[in-house]
């Protein structure tokens, strides 16, 4: 069972798409500035592949993230933290023991701001069919299990194949066409006033007919991050860029 009744709090931050690693370590000054109080936030919502790798099976993928882990897990202990799981960060639920885990299974996710309905998302909960067996086997225990097995003994070829590949993403590109790509997403069953996802890194709001629509920007693209404050405009977020412990 998982929580259904999850408030949104003025003041929260939300993080999506952070993507750290080795090669992107700003999530991990960004954490420090709030385990050290230099940043504020009054809740932590983070939308999913946060991390470029972490599974919960994979113990080497701990090891590799285990500064910014033991952070998180401090924090949790005096603010609330949801996590959306993401495409590249999952089976969490025993990593992060006193923060909110939701699987793409649990997602979208209804959440309660100042008497409005807002749904958050990783972004990909309704990809086609054959994306669904993927994103289904790859977090099956006993094939992650095994994966690691083969990895270990092979001096973690696997995982920094995996690196080298992801290093090489470009986090800023823009989507052609992406409000009509959205637009024909079945959204129908979702009754609500905003709509929130990352996956995407789009940076863009817009109005379908059901709902107001945000598109988080990455916080791997240029250390972007949100701050939910209702004395701003209809879009509901205020977008903020982290640069050694200050907003700018």
């Given at each position: 069972m998982f929580r259904s009744d999850i408030t949104i709090k003025e003041g929260a931050f939300i993080v999506s798409d952070a993507h750290y690693s080795y090669l992107r370590p700003q999530f991990l000054e960004f954490i420090k500035a709030i385990d050290s109080k230099k940043l504020f936030?009054?809740?932590l919502i983070f939308m999913?592949?946060?991390?470029d790798a972490l599974f919960g099976q994979v113990i080497y993928t701990h090891i590799q993230n285990r500064e910014i882990i033991d952070l998180i897990n401090k924090i949790s202990l005096n603010m609330e933290i949801i996590i959306l799981e993401g495409n590249h960060d999952f089976n969490l639920k025993n990593i992060?023991?006193?923060a909110e885990v939701f699987q793409i299974s649990q997602q979208p996710l209804l959440c309660k701001y100042n008497k409005k309905r807002v749904?958050?998302?990783?972004?990909?909960?309704n990809a086609g069919f054959?994306?669904?067996i993927y994103t289904m086997l790859i977090r099956n225990p006993l094939l992650l299990s095994i994966l690691a097995y083969v990895d270990n003994i092979g001096a973690h070829f696997i995982l920094k194949r995996l690196d080298e590949q992801l290093g090489k993403k470009n986090d800023c590109k823009k989507l052609d066409n992406f409000e009509n790509f959205i637009s024909k997403r079945v959204f129908d069953k979702y009754k609500c006033d905003y709509f929130i996802e990352g996956h995407f890194h789009q940076n863009r709001v817009f109005n379908l007919k059901e709902f107001s629509y945000i598109n988080l920007a990455a916080f791997a693209c240029n250390q972007r991050y949100f701050t939910v404050n209702s004395l701003q405009d209809k879009e509901l977020l205020e977008e903020n860029i982290f640069s050694k412990g200050i907003k700018e």
């Open positions: 936030p009054t809740q999913g592949d946060i991390f992060f023991l006193n749904y958050l998302a990783h972004g990909d909960f054959g994306y669904k």
